[in-house]
Nanobody
Framework: QVQLQESGPGLVKPSQTLSLTCTVSGGSITANSYYWSWIRQPPGKGLEWMGIMASDGRTVYSPSLKSRTSISRDTSKNQFTLQLTSVTPEDTAVYFC??????????WGQGTQVTVSA
């Protein structure tokens, strides 16, 4: 059974960098055919796709967030990380890490609330 768990600070100050880590168990982030993604949900709004990483480490980002977003990984720990720079209160959201396979997001973390506030 694949499990994903987000971790990171729940409160970030404006203009700082948000950094979240997703720890994956039950499956390798380097296994072929799987993709690893970050999705967020601001309060009262729908899901927003932020970016995705392939098993070989290649990344694709949302055009609206590309200038501020970076996804990286630590294969020795089976983790991948989201960094979002220059955050504002509009970046307040529940952040999810997910796995994609065959065009479906089949496994999700429980989500972690991040609030941007001074």
């Amino acid at each position: 059974q694949v499990q994903l768990q987000e971790s990171g600070p729940g409160l970030v100050k404006p203009s700082q960098t948000l950094s979240l880590t997703c720890t994956v168990s039950g499956g390798s982030i380097t296994a072929n055919s799987y993709y690893w993604s970050w999705i967020r949900q601001p309060p009262g709004k729908g899901l927003e796709w932020m970016g995705i990483m392939a098993s070989d480490g290649r990344t694709v980002y949302s055009p609206s967030l590309k200038s501020r977003t970076s996804i990286s990984r630590d294969t020795s720990k089976n983790q991948f990380t989201l960094q979002l720079t220059s955050v504002t209160p509009e970046d307040t959201a529940v952040y999810f890490c997910t796995r994609a396979y065959n065009w479906e997001y089949d496994y999700w973390g429980q989500g972690t609330q991040v609030t941007v506030s001074a």
